[in-house]
C-alpha cells in the first residue's frame, strides 16, 4: 500500500512540475542548470533613485587635508571624518576654489538620509571613483612660488598622483573615464592636466581647456562657493524699492582675455548716479562691503574674468541680487535642471559695450518682472550653498547627481573601446 502511495506522490510532483513549466512559472533551465545562466544585467544607475555609490581612494593626507596643516602634511594616513580639518575661516579668495574639500567631506560623513552619494569600502560596488586630490588648494600653496618646474611641490604632486592612478586596476579597467577628478582653478593640475582627460572633471568652466580634453559631454561644471555672506534674511516689503543702487559691480577690473571688458566698463559706466562700479581686491573688509553693496542693488554686474566666469555671479546669486551677465563663452551648473533666465539677464559683449544700452535695458526692466526674478533667486540660492554637514539639495548634493548624470556616457564609452578594433570611424575626416 506505501508503494502505491509514494508512486501517486511522485506523479503528482512531477505533473505539477510539468505543468508550472509549461504555463512559465518556473525556468527549467535556471532550476535545473544553474551554472549555464548568464550573469544579471546591471541596470542603469539613472533608471533607480538610489543614492550614487563612490569609492574614494585612501591618499596620503599631503594630496588634501595636509595642505591645510602644516603639521600633518607628511603623514601618510589618509584623512578620516574623525581628524579631518574644517575649512579654514580666514581662507580669504582661496575659499572660491575649495569645491574640492567640500566634496570629499560629504563622503567622510557617513548618513545616507537626502544624500545624492554615499561613500562604499568595496571598489567593485562603486558606481564611480573619486580622487581626493586638492589640486586647486596645491596650486594656490605651492603654484605662486617660481622655482625650477622640476621641483616645484605642486607638480610633484601631480606627478605621485599620475603614477598611483596607473598602478589602479580600476583606473586601468576605465581607462579612468570613472574617475570624477575637482579642477576648479583655472590653474589646477596645470602641468600635467592632458593625462586626464578621460576622467570626469569638476570645473567651473573651460576657460583654460583644450576642447579635446574638457566637454559638456562628460565634464561637470561646478559653481564657485561664494565669499560674501549668505543674505538669510532678506523679507522687505517692498523689495524692488528698498535696493537703491541700480547696478553694482566690485572687483579687480584688470583681468586677462575676455576679462579685458571690465576696463571698457568701468569707463562707460563712471559717473552714472545710481550705479556702482569700482575696482578692489579681494579682502575680508572688501567682501564686507561687497555684501552690502549687493544687498542694495537691484542688479549685479558679472562680466568675464581671466576665464568666462567668476565668483561673483555666485556671490550675487546669495544676495539676491539678479545677476548682469556679459560673458559670451560662460557654461552654467545645473543648467539640466536649472533655467538661469528666470533670474539673470545675459549680454553679449558686443552689446554690453553700445553706448547707453546697457543702462537704458535695466532701467526699462519692469519692476513686476524684476520681483519675479527676485523670489526665483530665494528660491534656487540654496543649490549654491557649501556645508558640512551637507544638506539635500545643496550644492555638494547637486554636484554629485550632475556625475550620476555623466555615468551613461561613461558606461557607453566603456563599453565600446572594449570591443571596438578600429578607431571610431565617425570621428575620421570625410
Keep these: 500500500m506505501y508503494v502505491k502511495v509514494a508512486i501517486c506522490l511522485t506523479f503528482a510532483i512531477l505533473l505539477l512540475i510539468s505543468c508550472s513549466i509549461y ?16 550573469p544579471p544585467l546591471r541596470l542603469s544607475l539613472c533608471a533607480t533613485d538610489r543614492p550614487l555609490r563612490v569609492y574614494m581612494y585612501d591618499l596620503p593626507r599631503k594630496f588634501n587635508a595636509g595642505m591645510m596643516d602644516r603639521g600633518t602634511s607628511q603623514v601618510a594616513a589618509p584623512a578620516t571624518v574623525e581628524n579631518f580639518p574644517p575649512w579654514p575661516k580666514t581662507s580669504g579668495l582661496k575659499r572660491q576654489h575649495s569645491v574640492e574639500f567640500w566634496l570629499m567631506a560629504s563622503l567622510l560623513y557617513d548618513e545616507e538620509e537626502g544624500s545624492e552619494a554615499i561613500r562604499v569600502s568595496d571598489p567593485e560596488m562603486a558606481d564611480a571613483f573619486f580622487v581626493p586630490f586638492f589640486s586647486s588648494l596645491s596650486f594656490n600653496k605651492h603654484g605662486h612660488v617660481k622655482t625650477d618646474a622640476e621641483a616645484d611641490a605642486d607638480r610633484q604632486l ?108 568701468a569707463n562707460m559706466l563712471a559717473g552714472i548716479d545710481d550705479v556702482h562700479y569700482e575696482n578692489s581686491v579681494g579682502t575680508p573688509k572688501s567682501f564686507k562691503l561687497s555684501t552690502k553693496g549687493m544687498r542694495l542693488s537691484k542688479f549685479c554686474l558679472h562680466p568675464a574674468g581671466d576665464t568666462p566666469s567668476s565668483c561673483r555671479l555666485f556671490d550675487a546669486i546669495v544676495s539676491h541680487c539678479v545677476p548682469v551677465i556679459v560673458s559670451d563663452k560662460i557654461e552654467l551648473p545645473y543648467e539640466d535642471e536649472i533655467d538661469y533666465t528666470e533670474f539673470s539677464i545675459f549680454f553679449s559683449m558686443k552689446e554690453a559695450l553700445v553706448p547707453g544700452y546697457l543702462i537704458d535695458q535695466l532701467r526699462r526692466f519692469p519692476k513686476d518682472r524684476w520681483i519675479n526674478m527676485w523670489m526665483r533667486l530665494k528660491n534656487v540660492s540654496h543649490h549654491y550653498e557649501f556645508q558640512y554637514p551637507p544638506k539635500k539639495e545643496d550644492a555638494v548634493n547637486m554636484l554629485w547627481r550632475q556625475v550620476k548624470h555623466k555615468l551613461p556616457g561613461v558606461r557607453l564609452a566603456v563599453h565600446r573601446s572594449r570591443r571596438l578594433k578600429v578607431p571610431d570611424w565617425w570621428r575620421q575626416k570625410r
Excluded at 541700480?246 to 571688458?261: A, H
Design 23 to 38: 504555463v512559465g512559472t518556473i525556468d527549467a533551465k535556471s532550476y535545473f542548470f544553474p551554472l549555464l545562466q548568464p
Design 158 to 265: 601631480q606627478v605621485e598622483l599620475l603614477e598611483f592612478l596607473r598602478q589602479s586596476k580600476y583606473y586601468q579597467r576605465s581607462g579612468g573615464r570613472d574617475h570624477v577628478i575637482p579642477m576648479t582653478h583655472p590653474n589646477a593640475f596645470r602641468f600635467l592636466r592632458q593625462e586626464l582627460n578621460a576622467s570626469i572633471l569638476i570645473v567651473v568652466d573651460f576657460g583654460r581647456y583644450p576642447r579635446n580634453m574638457s566637454s559638456l559631454s562628460k565634464d561637470v561644471v561646478a559653481p564657485y562657493v561664494h565669499v560674501v555672506d549668505s543674505f538669510t534674511d532678506d523679507d522687505p516689503l517692498d523689495p524692488y524699492e528698498s535696493r537703491t543702487t541700480l547696478l553694482f559691480f566690485r572687483g579687480n577690473t584688470v583681468r586677462k582675455d575676455e576679462g579685458k571688458i571690465r576696463v571698457k566698463l
